[in-house]
């Protein structure tokens, strides 16, 4: 068993911060495609704020957020 990195966790934190941005747009879109746009509406923003997190998690790993 190895020691994780920093690197590594940052890498698999990021990968899952895609993925549930992807699901959530997903979900929109499907909602959307059903007629209930004001769901599919708060599922989008619910993508694109966590599309910002990732954003600000890699400036947090650059060490340019303080």
Known sequence: ???PTM???Y???TEHLI???EEAAM???LFN???RSQMGRMWIETSDKLKKIN???TLLAQGRLQ
């Open 11 to 13: 890498a698999r934190l």
């Open 19 to 21: 993925k549930a941005q």
């Open 1 to 3: 068993m190895s020691v």
């Open 55 to 57: 954003y600000q998690l």
């Open 33 to 35: 495609a059903e007629g």
């Open 7 to 9: 690197g590594e966790c």
């Open 27 to 29: 979900i929109g879109h």
